[in-house]
């Protein structure tokens, strides 16, 4: 009988404003050559806020500050990382965040790449169906939030 486990990640979309107004967001490209968005396991002791801006600074190397939640992400895939087969129950969470220092060039080993991208562009980059809705309701939640300002 498989093993059965429950992991809990974080992660974020990373915003900023560009002089005529629309927001460029960061995407990262994986080592399978997906685009996506950056996250990771929440570590012992450690917020799921915390994990993302850790998250965002370790896979894309910019610096950012934690809006608000934007929503969760839950799946379930086969683990072949442990020395026994699991199935795994994940639960992703995301936050929206504002950039405010930092360079995409300063991204860790376990991206390919991190870049700006527009947006729209991004919603239709991102490889999981689950990701560009998370992407489209930051863009609907910054979208808002300029209309309201």
Do not use: C
Not at 62 to 84: F, K, Q, R
Not at 108 to 118: G, I, K, Y
């Amino acid at each position: 009988m498989m093993q059965v486990r429950t992991e809990v990640s974080a992660g974020g979309v990373v915003f900023r404003m560009r002089d005529d107004g629309a927001f460029d967001v960061t995407l990262i490209r994986t080592h399978e050559g997906r685009w996506q968005l950056p996250k990771g396991w929440v570590e012992d002791g450690e917020s799921k806020e915390d994990t993302a801006r850790r998250e965002v600074r370790e896979e894309t190397g910019v610096e950012a500050t934690v809006i608000g939640h934007v929503g969760e992400i839950e799946y379930w895939y086969n683990s072949t990382y442990d020395p026994e087969p699991a199935r795994v129950h994940k639960f992703v969470h995301f936050y929206l965040l504002q950039y405010f220092s930092g360079s995409t060039d300063d991204h860790d080993h376990e991206v390919l790449e991190a870049r700006w991208v527009d947006i729209e562009d991004a919603v239709r980059m991102l490889a999981f169906k689950d990701e560009r809705r998370i992407m489209s309701l930051a863009a609907e939640a910054l979208s808002k939030a300029a209309a309201d300002a």
